[in-house]
């Protein structure tokens, strides 16, 4: 097996690939290190296969989006990412197979609701799920502490203890260590119940990551459009988010409702569907587009994506060009077919 750590620094992006078939997959690339991925690949002769994100980064770039463009690799995330541009979102238990290499897919949620860990052989890439004697914050949207002790000590933890652990990041110069070690030494988890975990995770203290929105709004809708001025954290908080079965009740009450989807065109025929009625603006398209909403402007808007990501931008971005009723379908298309409610295809 080929098996290398690439970055060296505080982010870890590790490379594996099958020494007999020449494949390869990257996880957790970072964008400005994407040329010496390539050089990498290239010197050894490997195929990307996967490019892999083990979560949606909220503290640097993903590289996924240019390794698809520039090595036409597969990008791979949970279901739950909100990114558009995904071509392979997995499951608990899927197996991704690199030449003879296979690597499982563990759904860990908690740092995020789209956290997985990969297990390989003899280790396992943790993300940020469980980091070497820490573990990664769950103050971020989406995140949940009690989640993520399920995840670590109900998935990770009954791995066997002498399996490896190599996780998107650690601060202190750690390279690996082992289930059993973290076990035993994490000083978060090592016997700590539910509750303990939840309370030092609460307290943490801890700010937020320079730069949080001008990465992670890029990292989840892949705008690239660098005039469109990203929504500060505070205006997308103002967004009134709508359950499913609201949204549902409104289009049934009438066709007082404009439904705004801003996702791209393939995910809108895609196999989640739109809600009937939907009209079509990709976010990226919106701000220019917005003209074409005008008749909107007395009505209620409610915009939809796929994850509630996207929209909740798309509804934030309208609010502050003057849209005054406008709200988000809350988990979006995923939330929306898990409910049974009615789609068009
Ligand atoms: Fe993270």
Redesign the pocket.
């Known amino acids: 097996m080929i098996f290398r750590e690439l970055n060296h620094g505080k982010c870890k992006t590790y490379l594996v690939g099958c020494e007999a078939t020449h494949r390869a997959a990257l996880v957790d690339p970072v964008r400005e290190r994407s040329d010496r991925y390539l050089a990498v690949l290239a010197y050894r002769g490997l195929t990307l296969d996967y490019a892999i994100d083990t979560?949606t980064?909220?503290?640097h770039r993903t590289a996924v989006f240019d390794l698809k463009d520039l090595a036409e690799t597969r990008v791979v995330m949970h279901r739950q990412a909100p990114a558009p541009h995904v071509d392979l979102h997995v499951e608990d238990g899927q197996v991704l197979e690199v030449g003879k290499l296979r690597l499982t897919v563990l759904h860990t949620p908690g740092?995020?609701p789209d956290g997985i860990c990969l297990l390989l052989e003899d280790r396992v890439f943790t993300?940020?799920t469980l980091l070497i004697r820490g573990t990664?914050r769950a103050d971020f949207e989406g995140g949940d502490a009690g989640l993520q002790y399920d995840s670590i000590t109900g998935k990770l933890f009954t791995l066997p203890d002498a399996t490896l652990v190599f996780p998107?990041?650690d601060y202190r110069g750690n390279t690996s260590s082992t289930i059993g070690e973290e076990k035993r030494l994490n000083p978060r988890l090592a016997n700590r119940s539910r509750e303990e975990y939840v309370s030092i995770m609460a307290n943490l203290g801890l700010p937020l990551p320079d730069k949080i929105q001008e990465v992670l709004q890029p990292n989840q809708t892949a705008l690239e459009d660098d005039r469109i001025a990203f929504p500060s954290i505070a205006q997308l908080s103002e967004v009134r988010q709508l359950e499913p079965e609201r949204v549902w009740a409104m289009i049934r009450s009438g066709p007082a409702h404009h439904l705004l989807d801003v996702r791209e065109p393939a995910e809108y025929a895609g196999e989640l569907g739109h809600v009937p009625g939907s009209v079509l603006i990709p976010l990226k398209d919106l701000a220019a587009r917005a003209g074409e909403l005008e008749n909107a402007k007395g009505r209620s808007i409610v915009a939809i994506c796929r994850a509630g990501v996207r929209s909740t931008t798309a509804a934030a971005i309208l609010s502050s060009l003057g849209f005054d009723s406008v709200y988000n379908l809350k988990g979006g298309m995923l939330a929306w077919n898990e409910r049974k409610l009615p789609v068009e295809r």
């Open positions: 979560h980064h909220a503290d740092h995020t993300g940020d990664g998107a990041h």
